[in-house]
């Protein structure tokens, strides 16, 4: 069999403020471009104040539900002993640390081991628009 | 030393409804199954109203405090602008983002070095029975 | 271009109660003493009432909110069935359910992938001191 092999990149993902961005497709393209056959891809998220999940892709309203339940587990108007950032800044780094900071998929055949509905997203915690950087890896066994 | 091996595999889950189902035994015995020695396993759920975690396995009644936990964070009872599939369906969402999709478990010595107490479960946030696809990846050493 | 390894390590980290202590120093030092290269880190806690995350390492008035947000999500004085182990011991694994057990890190250039105000922690949830055992996993190329 083939020697196993290792490969990184890295995505610059722009988010508009709030909510969800899909990376499902990014992920696909960048296995392809390395010819990932079968191995583990990891994606981390290089910040503190967004995060990732693994999420339905198809009704848009999860998302909106999703993104409620994050602010009503760390609203904008409690007391916060970290302020200097403004008020979404530390609600951010709450919602950052209840979801995910790195996700390890499986690679099967050249693609990810998804379920049918699972979409794979950066989730922009603070208002204003970012660039977030995505650290990939992947190990395994290329075509 | 020999050569490093990527190996894959598929757990099919049956869930009772809203509760913990372990899979510690299973793990352990596909790694045994592929005489996995030293590496890294990585346990993913392949859906978006079930999920992961690693969790005392001792006194069930832990588990049943943890289901109250995710009921509270996610009541069936709130207003969810996503409704078509039934009540227990968005909050099971909510529980999945809240909880872990993926678990990356380093195996030494042909076992996972699971603390003590530590066992892997599959979590149903349906009320009704489910079966569960399960990926697995193991990258490492084999004997 | 050089064979792939894997390499393993056991880390153990005195707590001093509830709240954070940071590890990103012992990984690097250890990532540097393996001379990783390029590949993937795990960091795996061998314990259900401490967890991992990885957060910002600037203004320490964050992990007084993180604290006090984990408190809110599991305080003591709830009812809970599992009582043997002291009023502190049932919070402690919903916060580690919420958190993280564990956590994949891409390894370039020798050097982790954080971004600049990312730093690696263990959460103590118990009241009292712990010696906690961290299980490490490195993949990839060494120089």
């Not at 083939?2 to 490969?7: D, I, N």
């Not at 890295?10 to 471009?33: M, N, P």
């Not at 916060?80 to 979801?99: F, N, R, V, W």
């Amino acid at each position: 069999m083939a020697e196993m092999v290792q490969a990184s990149h890295e995505l610059t993902v722009a988010t508009a403020g709030k909510g969800f961005t899909e990376i499902t497709g990014e992920l696909a393209r960048w296995l392809d471009s390395i010819a990932a056959e079968h191995g583990l891809l990891t994606v981390f998220v290089c910040h503190t104040s967004a995060s990732l999940t693994i999420q339905e892709n198809a009704d848009p309203n999860v998302r909106v539900d999703l993104l409620a339940a994050l602010e009503a587990l760390a609203p904008e108007h409690r007391h916060y002993a970290h302020q200097e950032e403004g008020p979404d800044d530390m609600p951010s780094h709450i919602k950052t640390m209840l979801t995910s900071v790195s996700l390890g998929i499986p690679v099967k055949d050249g693609r990810m081991t998804l379920g049918t509905w699972q979409g794979v997203y950066v989730i922009e915690h603070r208002t204003s628009p970012h660039r977030r950087t995505i650290a990939l890896s992947f190990i395994g066994h290329t075509a």
